[in-house]
């Protein structure tokens, strides 16, 4: 079975801090990985994947990707209150072709 | 229309209803999927089509039954439902076999079962 576990929160960090999202990983087989945003009574929209150990850097967001470890996190800077909402982390591996395992979210609030 | 779009938007039905959900991909997609989010709980994939052709089944119960026209359109037809089946169904595209494996969301369906 594979797995993708992040903490439920809410992470709570003040506007304009750095909010610090993690994700782990059951597979070592997982070869894509990617982090989805969700407001409340939405759909998940995509804001960043990654394919390689290392940092992806994509405007306030940073993906950091270390498959030795089985871990992915999302780094927002600057967080401001639109950043407010349940961030998915999503897997794919080896061999699942376009098969995507998502975790449960975990819901981010940035306070005035 | 951009994207990806599925209509209804919201769906009350009764348990012996019979009724479709409908989704449309504008990204030159060859992959299409239906998901199901409830309450506290992951995604769950319920269907996969590539290429039109139904690739993954999740162990998803016979009263839901998906149908892909074509690699544009894919429908999800309801019936004899339960309360429990009662979550947001969402759709999704991707380009399959180009290396990239990013999917695209529609809006959802809110399906109510009474």
């Known amino acids: 079975q594979k797995e993708v576990e992040q903490n439920s929160g809410p992470l709570s960090v003040p506007e304009g801090a750095i909010a610090s999202l993690n994700c782990t990983y059951s597979?070592?087989?997982?070869?894509?990985f990617f982090w989805y945003r969700q407001y409340s009574g939405k759909s998940p929209e995509l804001i960043m994947f990654?394919?390689?150990?290392g940092d992806k850097e994509d405007g306030r967001f940073t993906a950091q990707l270390n498959k030795a470890s089985q871990y992915v996190s999302l780094l927002i800077r600057d967080s401001q209150p639109s950043d407010s909402a349940t961030y998915l982390c999503a897997v794919g591996y080896t061999g699942g072709g376009n098969k995507l395992t998502f975790g449960t979210g975990t819901q981010l609030k940035v306070e005035l | 229309e951009t994207g990806v779009t599925q209509t209804p938007r919201h769906l009350v039905m009764g348990m012996t209803n019979k009724k479709s959900l409908k989704c449309e991909q504008h990204?030159?997609?060859?992959?299409m999927y239906w998901y199901k989010q409830s309450a506290k709980k992951p995604l769950e994939l319920m269907f996969v089509?590539?290429?039109?052709?139904?690739?993954e089944n999740n162990s998803v119960p016979s009263r839901f039954s998906p149908e892909c026209p074509n690699s544009s359109h894919l429908f999800l037809h309801l019936h004899t439902l339960q309360p429990e089946d009662s979550a947001l169904y969402l759709c999704?595209?991707?380009?399959?076999?180009?290396?990239?494996?990013?999917?695209?969301f529609g809006p959802g369906t809110r399906l109510t079962v009474t």
């Open positions: 990204l030159g997609h060859n992959a």
């Open positions: 089509y590539n290429f039109k052709e139904q690739t």
């Open positions: 990654i394919y390689s150990n």
């Open positions: 597979d070592r087989g997982s070869q894509s």
């Open positions: 999704a595209s991707s380009q399959e076999g180009s290396g990239d494996y990013e999917q695209y």
